[in-house]
């Protein structure tokens, strides 16, 4: 290994380092697993996910405080099972989400249903588990579920989802929390339909939340938000309407590529101390965090199967795919990739310049641009920052089963989901 080119240890990555030129996640060797389980194989550090919590419980010390993990960062049943076992509650966007999530051990009073399509059965499905939370996105949505309740006989507890218009010239790369766009009730909405809400007999309205983006590397949109989400509240309260929870969403970023993204007990800390100045630090208040929980938690392994020079390229073809890994392909994501085992420089022909792409028949299957490596083919590497929004965005595009999965913890390595068959795949079509 030419220690000039693979660091000891991965940024923002602590669970994730090299050891004897051999990458491991905590106490297992990747190259072991792809050996053992094939590639490609998500591989996720229970410790990883477990300190990314710590940092928020951390900064929610003291407070009445409910974290409730956005599970469609990464829905598997033992990712969920980790976070429920830890006491978190489950933020879940749709009936599908909320059963997986009961399966896996949650407390269906701590899952909140965002989202703006709930169905009818969705909403009888939750209101007949005693789900903790409706975020209503819509004042149409409100009599939906007015509906569904009274004919349960039930009184469904509701929280809007407000849209606090930060602004987008300052703040470019938030995209949910902008008038235009289709989630929230728009801020100068929100008083009727808090209004429209309390007269419909099937609600029982507890909170507030609000949702502004994703992959904030930067405390002041969440501060800005903050101001226009209390200001709301202070004119709700006013009007006669009591407001138990705060929900601030989530969006939290991680570090890709050389993103600072604040810690998340910083950041708690900051804005704690704008709702203590506000007079509301000892509400209820609620976080719903995805990708900070478990995008640097995960990474990828996948095998080399083909090195293609090219005139203007050079191509690195690797087993897994867009299919695989979507990020690259639907928001032009940038993801490290690194060998497991480095190799040392006499091995190979020096480093070379790269695109490394997977086998699916689309020239927007890539997984990293431009990257140097020194790489033969056979060669195992592994995409970083993969724990969020790779899994749970998986497709069977191209025929292709989807990639098994491992939690470690410590030294144990369990497998979580087998690989998907090609036989899996088809198994509900039937020929005419
Ligand atoms: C996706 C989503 C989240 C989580 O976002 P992250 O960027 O993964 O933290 C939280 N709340 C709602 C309503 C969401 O749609």
Same mark, same amino acid.
């Given at each position: 290994?030419?220690?000039?080119? %693979?660091?000891?240890?991965?940024?923002?990555?602590?669970?994730?380092?090299? #050891?004897? &030129?051999?990458? $491991?996640?905590? @106490?297992?060797?990747?190259?072991?697993?792809?050996?053992?389980?094939? %590639?490609?194989?998500?591989?996720?550090?229970?410790?990883?996910?477990?300190?990314?919590? #710590?940092?928020?419980?951390?900064?929610?010390?003291?407070?009445?405080?409910?974290?409730?993990?956005?599970?469609k960062a990464n829905s598997t049943l033992a990712v969920l099972q980790v976070f429920a076992e830890a006491g978190c509650g489950f933020d879940t966007v749709s009936g599908g989400e909320l059963a997986r999530v009961l399966a896996a051990g949650a407390d269906p009073a701590k899952v909140i249903f965002s989202g703006v399509g709930k169905t009818r059965a969705e909403m009888k499905q939750a209101?007949?588990? @005693?789900?903790?939370?409706?975020?209503?996105?819509?004042?149409?949505?409100?009599?939906? +579920?007015?509906?569904?309740?009274?004919?349960? @006989?039930?009184?469904?507890?509701?929280?809007?989802?407000?849209?606090?218009?930060? &602004?987008?010239? %300052?703040?470019?790369?938030?995209?949910? =929390? +902008?008038?235009?766009?289709?989630?929230?009730?728009?801020?100068?909405?929100?008083?009727?339909?808090?209004?429209?809400?309390?007269? +419909?007999?099937?609600?029982?309205?507890?909170? *507030?939340?609000?949702? *502004? =983006?994703?992959?904030?590397?930067?405390?002041?949109?969440? +501060?800005?938000?903050? &101001?226009?989400? $209390?200001?709301?509240?202070?004119?709700?309260?006013? #009007?006669? *309407?009591?407001?138990?929870?705060?929900?601030? =969403?989530?969006?939290?970023? *991680?570090?890709?590529?050389?993103?600072?993204?604040? !810690?998340?007990? #910083?950041?708690?800390?900051?804005?704690?101390?704008?709702?203590?100045?506000?007079?509301?630090?000892?509400?209820?208040?609620?976080? !719903?965090?995805?990708?900070?929980?478990?995008?640097?938690a995960g990474v990828c392994l996948t095998e080399v199967l083909y090195l293609k020079p090219g005139e203007q390229k050079n191509f690195c073809i690797v087993d897994a795919a867009m299919n695989d890994l979507p990020r690259p392909a639907m928001y032009q994501a940038f993801h490290q990739i690194v060998p497991v085992s480095p190799r040392a420089a006499r091995d190979t022909q020096g480093s070379t310049l790269y695109d490394i792409v997977g086998p699916v028949c689309e020239s927007g299957d890539w997984i990293g641009r431009d990257r140097q490596l020194r790489v033969q083919a056979g060669d195992t590497l592994a995409v970083l920052s993969a724990g969020a929004y790779c899994m749970s965005m998986a497709s069977n595009y191209n025929t292709r089963g989807r990639a098994a999965e491992i939690l470690v913890d410590g030294t144990q390595a369990h497998l979580i989901r087998q690989r998907e068959s090609v036989f899996d795949t088809f198994a509900l079509e039937q020929l005419v």
């Amino acid at each position: 290994m030419n220690a000039n080119t %693979t660091p000891a240890s991965l940024p923002g990555q602590p669970h994730i380092a090299y #050891a004897n &030129d051999q990458l $491991m996640v905590e @106490g297992v060797r990747l190259s072991d697993l792809a050996r053992e389980h094939g %590639t490609p194989l998500f591989v996720y550090s229970k410790a990883a996910m477990l300190s990314a919590l #710590a940092a928020y419980q951390r900064g929610f010390a003291g407070r009445n405080a409910q974290i409730c993990y956005a599970m469609k960062a990464n829905s598997t049943l033992a990712v969920l099972q980790v976070f429920a076992e830890a006491g978190c509650g489950f933020d879940t966007v749709s009936g599908g989400e909320l059963a997986r999530v009961l399966a896996a051990g949650a407390d269906p009073a701590k899952v909140i249903f965002s989202g703006v399509g709930k169905t009818r059965a969705e909403m009888k499905q939750a209101l007949q588990v @005693g789900i903790g939370c409706f975020n209503v996105e819509s004042e149409a949505e409100l009599d939906v +579920l007015n509906e569904v309740a009274l004919g349960l @006989g039930q009184q469904a507890p509701v929280s809007l989802r407000v849209n606090p218009n930060v &602004d987008a010239k %300052t703040h470019p790369y938030i995209s949910t =929390g +902008l008038k235009g766009n289709k989630f929230g009730i728009a801020h100068e909405d929100a008083m009727r339909a808090y209004r429209h809400a309390t007269q +419909l007999p099937g609600l029982k309205v507890i909170g *507030i939340d609000c949702h *502004i =983006g994703s992959q904030i590397t930067e405390a002041t949109p969440y +501060l800005d938000a903050m &101001d226009r989400v $209390m200001d709301l509240v202070s004119d709700i309260e006013a #009007a006669g *309407i009591p407001i138990q929870h705060i929900d601030f =969403g989530g969006g939290l970023g *991680i570090n890709y590529n050389g993103d600072t993204p604040p !810690e998340a007990d #910083a950041l708690w800390a900051q804005l704690l101390a704008k709702l203590d100045a506000r007079g509301y630090g000892q509400r209820q208040l609620m976080i !719903e965090p995805g990708r900070s929980l478990v995008g640097n938690a995960g990474v990828c392994l996948t095998e080399v199967l083909y090195l293609k020079p090219g005139e203007q390229k050079n191509f690195c073809i690797v087993d897994a795919a867009m299919n695989d890994l979507p990020r690259p392909a639907m928001y032009q994501a940038f993801h490290q990739i690194v060998p497991v085992s480095p190799r040392a420089a006499r091995d190979t022909q020096g480093s070379t310049l790269y695109d490394i792409v997977g086998p699916v028949c689309e020239s927007g299957d890539w997984i990293g641009r431009d990257r140097q490596l020194r790489v033969q083919a056979g060669d195992t590497l592994a995409v970083l920052s993969a724990g969020a929004y790779c899994m749970s965005m998986a497709s069977n595009y191209n025929t292709r089963g989807r990639a098994a999965e491992i939690l470690v913890d410590g030294t144990q390595a369990h497998l979580i989901r087998q690989r998907e068959s090609v036989f899996d795949t088809f198994a509900l079509e039937q020929l005419v």
